[in-house]
């Protein structure tokens, strides 16, 4: 067999290890073993590329391609080591426009050896420029998309939607600009058309991600997260490597997998999510910022009476929500549920597919806080359970749990899959103020009779239920 | 490695099936690390940047071949080794609760004091 074919096996293998690490993640049980099979199918990969002649003689160029992997390495390793569990979705985001980036200029490179060449004449084949200007337009809309996002995540810039007059026709317009370059790419071959049609593909990155905010922020990253993988199977075309083109089309088709349930977790189609703004129409009529804007009475308890309920009950299902991270208060809430199951109530927490800022977030959030897995419950489980609960705890969520979402049509929310804390027999939210969740209405469950406010930073409340639990 | 047109579509087609199916078993628990874990499987365009860097001629195309390998890298390893850490905490429920694990030292002692 010949080295090249070698390289194809060996290129198969590691296509099969990819797989495998994503079968592993069916179960929280196999997930690390899965993880490091990819990693070590990845290295095997990388290691074999070594040996293909043209990187093998690449004399120069391979002691810069080992500088650039030893300076890449040296960043992420750290980066990846100390980044906060909270800041996540930032990671992800970030990682995930390098590696669009990457395919980009793949695509880009790729297109310029092959019209370089000395032997080439004339122009290259339709289908070989359309795969070139698909890597790099996808590539280039990651890139610059999760660049916008991770900013926004990282609260650089505000993580509102961002609008502004005309958007529509704006984006529109490069829309069909980027479209108009792609043929008349296509119809001369020529690189000046395609490096122009790179920069708007950037452009339009960031103006399609900055009108997107908020609660949608973990659709988009799971988008893009798709749009990455779909730029590497492009780049994978290109070159006419196999590996790339399955790695590559498995995260395409997991991200749009995930993209597709969060966007139903929400009620929303995607397209909604994409491209209504919805944040910043509904903060407008919205906006009762601080305390108390409505004048309807509440109730409001003390940690003591809500330990002493808690203490004495047989069930406490904790639902928590983003606000819990806000303040760090995932340690305090395990140690709630340590206590109360030392003292022989069930606990467990109800998870809602959107909390947090990323698809799942919540639960690592929560993995993080030693809570084991098996106490975390997915919605579709949780539900059923909390008619027989006897304690509903809220910890900074709101809108996940509004059943305006089932009862009032025309509410933004309306259709949105919800935690039914409304059925347990004592609800109690940990809420800093009455202020509305990021979905800007109403929760009625705020005024039931069988609601008890605590106001206040979610983790020093938590703290006091502690010691009251403690104490009772 | 000169392959048909047809072939690569056809390998990108089972494997949009393959991935469909694989991820659809993906329990919502693990949505977190299954995104941050195909993130770093797409950081294999690294094998792609490395062919790239070795057949690049001229300094624009080096400087091109050079930069998409140092993404890629951060891409890759990144992925990985927060994918790791990630799932590192996922456990199950043990006998003993113990209060190890990834560097995450408890909350020093507010527990006490109620106020």
Known sequence: MSLLTWVDLVYLLAAIGFILALKGLSSPKFARQGNMLGAGAATLAIAMTFTIPSVRHAGSRLVLMAVAMIIGTAIAVPAARKVKMTAMPQMVAIFNGVGGGAAALVSMTAFLILTSHDSFTGKPAVYKIVEVILGILIGCVSFSGSAIAFIKLQELITGRPITYPAQQVINAFVGIAIVGLAVATVLTANVALLVVMSVLALVLGVIFVLPIGGADVPVLISLLNSFTGLAVAASGFSLGNNLLIVAGTLVGASGILLTRMMSKAMGRSLANVLFSAFGSVVTASGGADGAGADARPVKVGTPEDIGVLMAYARKVVIIPGYGLAVAQAQHAARELADLLTERGVEVFYAIHPVAGRMPGHMNVLLAEANVPYDELKEMDEANPELATADVALVVGANDTVNPAANNTPGSPIYGMPIIHADLAQHIVFLKRSMRPGFAGIDNELLYDPKTTMLFGDAKDTLTKLVAAVKSA | ?115
Do not use: C, Y
């Open chain 2, 1 to 115: 490695m000169t392959v048909g047109i047809i072939e690569l579509l056809t390998i990108f087609v089972l494997a949009a099936f393959v991935g469909n199916e694989v991820v659809s078993k993906v329990p919502s628990i693990l949505h977190t690390p299954l995104m941050s874990g195909t993130n770093a499987i797409h950081g294999i365009i690294l094998v792609g940047t490395m062919a790239i860097l070795g057949q690049a001629q001229g300094d624009v195309q080096t400087i091109l071949g050079f930069l998409a390998v140092l993404l890629a890298t951060l891409n890759v390893v990144g992925g990985f080794v927060v994918t790791d850490r990630m799932l590192e905490m996922f456990k199950a429920k043990p006998s003993d609760r113990p209060a190890k694990s990834a560097g995450t030292p408890e909350e020093p002692g507010k527990g006490g004091a109620p106020s």
